[in-house]
């Protein structure tokens, strides 16, 4: 099992410029979440899916928007860039849905920078 | 708003001793609290998950424990190593106890360096 599959791993732009993060879990999971890490913030959480067909905003949501497209996929858009959006995008997933306690099982991290 | 913090960025100890590293919270009631480790440009790692009406939680060299009174956890690795070097991060569920969101938030983390 790949587990959690996030692409691309690193990724430049310049401001302005749109770009979707993809995510692919193969664990059966119901709930899909993205998180930006930055120095000293940790990991704040932009949007989550509790389930196929659902979505919701996190902390910071502003520019960004998500797509679930089906039990396995959940991807990351940005519509155009911003030099403040410079940070580690993660992509995690839960068993779970409801009142679900469960663990998280991350992604290995989308490095975007833009200029 | 909720708003979590970790004792301090970074704690030093040598090999042998015991690490503790501290989670408080606050306007929160989570019904749990995780703790994951994250090494350096890699994705966190679920260690323990512990409930609100458990006080302990032990897995191998590591314990957990959750004082919903002080609002607190401390997590405990004993007779610690290098290879425990790490970031560790604590993590608690939304204040939307029952119902099916399901969210997860994170505090900054506590960078720990084991020396031999």
């Known amino acids: 099992n790949a587990g959690v599959t996030q692409t691309p791993k690193f990724q430049v732009l310049k401001t302005g410029q749109s770009m979707t993060l993809q995510c692919a879990q193969d664990m059966n999971h119901n709930s899909m979440y993205w998180y930006r890490q930055d120095p000293g913030m940790g990991l704040r959480l932009i949007y989550y899916s509790a389930s196929e067909g659902t979505t919701d905003k996190g902390e910071v949501p502003n520019g960004y928007n998500v797509s679930r497209l089906n039990k396995r996929e959940f991807s990351l858009r940005l519509e155009s860039a911003a030099p403040s959006q410079t940070s580690v995008y993660f992509c995690?997933?839960?068993?779970?849905?409801?009142?679900?306690?469960?663990?998280?099982?991350f992604g290995e991290g989308s490095r975007l920078t833009v200029l | 708003s909720q708003k979590i913090e970790q004792n301090s960025e970074a704690l030093n100890i040598q090999e042998g001793k015991t690490a503790t590293l501290t989670c408080n919270y606050t306007n929160y009631s989570p019904a749990y609290l995780q703790w994951y480790r994250q090494d350096p440009g890699r994705g966190p790692v679920f260690l323990l998950l512990i409930r609100e009406n458990e006080k302990e939680k032990r897995k191998e060299r590591l314990k957990v424990t959750f004082d919903t009174t002080l609002k607190q956890s401390l997590f405990h690795i004993t007779a610690s190593q290098p290879a425990d070097s790490a970031t560790y991060l604590c993590?608690?569920?939304?204040?939307?106890?029952?119902?099916?969101?399901?969210?997860?938030?994170f505090g900054r983390g506590t960078q720990l360096t084991v020396w031999p």
């Open positions: 993590a608690l569920d939304g204040n939307d106890r029952g119902s099916t969101l399901g969210r997860l938030y």
């Open positions: 995690a997933s839960r068993r779970g849905t409801s009142g679900s306690h469960g663990e998280l099982f």
